[in-house]
């Protein structure tokens, strides 16, 4: 059985930028699309971008769109989120998740704990 593991989350201010790592164990992520998805307080879990097996970026939500690019390092199995000139709104927890097809299908499997992000001033 493999493992995701969500890293890099903390308390940022307004406009600062965080990177969070997503790795996995037991399995290959270049095998996969990796999804990044996030949970507010008291709101619904929301897609944010995801990168599929060529390399290609999914935005989910157009509200990250020029700030937060996704990337992958299969030789350390880990796949990033660099999150840039956040804001309040970006405060969630953000998970990672794997889909054998691609950023489309909606086929998102194997799920992270989570790492916390608070934007606050």
């Known amino acids: 059985q493999g493992q995701l593991v969500e890293s890099g989350g903390g308390l940022v201010q307004p406009g600062g930028s965080l990177r969070l790592s997503c790795a996995a164990s037991?399995?290959?992520?270049?095998?996969?699309?990796i999804g990044w998805f996030r949970q507010a307080p008291g709101k619904k879990r929301e897609g944010v971008l995801c990168?599929?097996?060529?390399?290609?970026?999914?935005y989910y939500a157009d509200s990250v769109k020029g700030r937060f690019t996704i990337s992958r390092d299969n030789a350390k199995n880990t796949v990033y989120l660099q999150m840039n000139t956040l804001k309040p709104e970006d405060t969630a927890v953000y998970y990672c998740?794997?889909?054998?097809?691609?950023?489309?299908?909606?086929?998102?499997?194997?799920w992270g704990q989570g790492t916390q992000v608070i934007v606050s001033s």
């Open positions: 037991g399995f290959t992520l270049d095998y996969y699309a």
């Open positions: 990168i599929n097996r060529s390399d290609e970026t999914t």
């Open positions: 998740a794997t889909d054998p097809t691609d950023c489309t299908g909606g086929y998102f499997q194997d």
